[in-house]
């Protein structure tokens, strides 16, 4: 069985309980019988999903939310200190847990799987997740995303297995201890955090350092980020590499789309094994094979992982299909870095045919948009035609001369067809206009711009 509640998160207050990775550690500590309570901006499915589990939700910010007898309180990196409730906890002396500390407390006694790299974490955990639990393996697993329902993103399992993404954007993945530690890719991001990619080189290498004697590191051999880390790492480091590159451990031999999935083949231990991805994509079915050989590494026999891998059927966010009206399919991505938009893209298009795609984008970050706003205006050409909203800010403030324009420029440049939008209620008669029977709708960033999928659907039905 696995372990019960760490020390001194019998009674924890979480400030922001509704984030994805704040909901998660929330919620295991709800099922493993910790008295959960928190707060967050604003109400959402994911709270009334706390809420059933017996967990306290409140909205808003207010230091009456904490309750003195919190036996601690955490947080993300994205609270300011001056917060109300942390604000009143170091009035009342109340210990300041970070969320990556509480997730690392979470995975003592048990076999961590850690899921690190600038882009697809979150899928990858989930294919690892779905996978071993359709074994009958009965994981404990993490997730930056809800599975199939609001509260989905984490389990407390019964068995000895803790599967988590890792999240390099503050270096809190430094906190981990894993026996399996994948690496998929390694890009420059998280502007305000890393200053060059010597650091972010120097942080994964700090990851890397993490785990536990015996343990393995599984690299994408085909991402030039990741095979520079490999070359990186002390000798003592065990690594195993997937890819189509020829010097590949793990080697994938082809991808064959088929329809909304593939068809996987690889060479792994002198044989070939061939199996389904049900999500479409090159990028997903990279990270199929990554969840597969961090399984095999972890023990779990791969001619039996490999046909499990099919039961993921996709992450809310991740090209998730939000619905058809009108003949227009709408779609959702999470994608807000130029690499992931382009990989969604070329998926999209891969899996649409000679459909026209629409991409209504909203930029995430403004110091995302300074050091990468040519390159995600450069992606979207590969749309036949794309509304540009406004920057969503999330943690940050504005930056001066830093606006969606220098996406939209750089579109423009690369002779994409791109209308910018200020306000964001205008999209759906927007798309409504634009759009024709046979066309793909895809709402992408990760703010809140998936809000607009179903208003878009609403207005077509119209």
Same mark, same amino acid.
């Given at each position: ?12 207050? *979480? ?10 550690? /929330? ?13 967050? /901006? ?13 967990? &306290? ?5 207010? #230091?009456?939310?904490?309750? !003195? ?44 799987? =850690? ?8 899928? &990858? ?36 297995? *803790?599967? #988590? ?10 906190? @981990?201890?894993?026996? +399996? ?12 955090? @890393? ?5 972010? @080189? ?23 980020? #990741? ?20 010097? =590949? ?21 002198? $044989? ?18 990554? =969840? ?37 399919? +709408?779609?959702?991505? @999470? ?6 938009? %382009?990989?969604?893209?070329? /998926? ?20 995302? %948009? ?12 590969? #749309? ?13 403030? !504005? +930056? ?13 440049? $690369?002779?994409?067809? +791109? ?6 209620e205008a999209v759906p008669a927007l798309v409504a206009g634009m759009t024709r029977p046979g066309d793909l709708v895809l709402t992408m960033g990760a703010g809140d711009v998936t809000d607009l999928g179903p208003e878009i659907l609403t207005r077509l039905s119209k």
């Amino acid at each position: 069985m696995a372990p019960g509640l760490p020390t001194a998160m019998d009674r924890p207050h *979480f400030i922001g309980i509704g984030g994805a990775g704040m909901s998660g550690i /929330a919620k295991i500590l709800a099922q493993r019988g910790a008295a959960v309570a928190g707060s967050d /901006a604003k109400e959402s499915a994911t709270a009334e999903a706390l809420r059933a589990l017996g967990a &306290t939700v409140r909205i808003g910010h207010d #230091a009456d939310h904490l309750a !003195p007898d919190a036996s601690c309180v955490v947080v993300s990196s994205a609270i300011r200190e001056d917060n109300p409730e942390l604000v009143r906890a170091a009035e009342l002396g109340i210990p300041v847990v970070h969320r990556s500390d509480a997730l690392a407390r979470l995975m003592d006694g048990l076999r961590p799987i =850690a899921v690190a790299g600038t882009h697809g974490k979150t899928t &990858t955990t989930s294919m690892l997740a779905v996978s071993l639990s359709t074994l009958g393996l009965d994981p404990s697993y993490a997730i930056g995303g809800d599975l199939d329902a609001p509260g989905s993103n984490a389990l407390h399992g019964g068995g000895d297995i *803790f599967v #988590a993404e890792a999240d390099e954007s503050d270096r809190s993945f430094h906190k @981990y201890a894993p026996e +399996v530690a994948i690496v998929l890719n390694v890009e420059l991001d998280h502007h305000a955090n @890393y200053a060059s990619m010597d650091e972010i @080189y120097e942080s994964f290498e700090t990851f890397a350092g993490k785990i536990v004697p015996g343990g393995t590191l599984v690299v994408n051999a085909d991402q030039e980020g #990741a095979r520079e880390l490999t070359r990186r790492l002390p000798d003592g480091v065990r690594v195993v590499t997937y890819g189509e590159s020829q010097d =590949a451990d793990v080697r994938v031999l082809s991808v064959v789309p088929q329809g909304l999935k593939s068809e996987v083949t690889v060479e792994l231990d002198g $044989a070939a094994l061939t199996f389904t991805v049900s999500v479409p994509g090159r990028h997903y079915a990279h990270n199929a094979v990554a =969840a597969l050989v961090a399984g095999a590494a972890l023990g779990v026999p791969a001619h039996e992982l490999a046909p499990a891998l099919a039961s993921y059927t996709g992450v809310k966010r991740r090209l998730q299909l939000k619905g058809e009206e009108a003949g227009v399919q +709408v779609v959702d991505s @999470y994608a807000h870095h130029p690499t992931e938009m %382009t990989a969604d893209l070329e /998926a999209m298009r891969a899996a649409a045919g000679d459909s026209r795609i629409l991409v209504v984008f909203q930029p995430h970050l403004f110091s995302r %948009t300074q050091e990468l706003g040519k390159e995600m205006g450069q992606a979207l050409s590969l #749309a036949d035609a794309s509304l540009v909203l406004d920057i969503y800010p999330a943690r940050e403030d !504005p +930056v001066p001369g830093v606006t969606s324009e220098l996406i939209i420029e750089a579109a423009q440049a $690369a002779g994409a067809h +791109v209308t910018p939008v200020h306000d964001k209620e205008a999209v759906p008669a927007l798309v409504a206009g634009m759009t024709r029977p046979g066309d793909l709708v895809l709402t992408m960033g990760a703010g809140d711009v998936t809000d607009l999928g179903p208003e878009i659907l609403t207005r077509l039905s119209k």
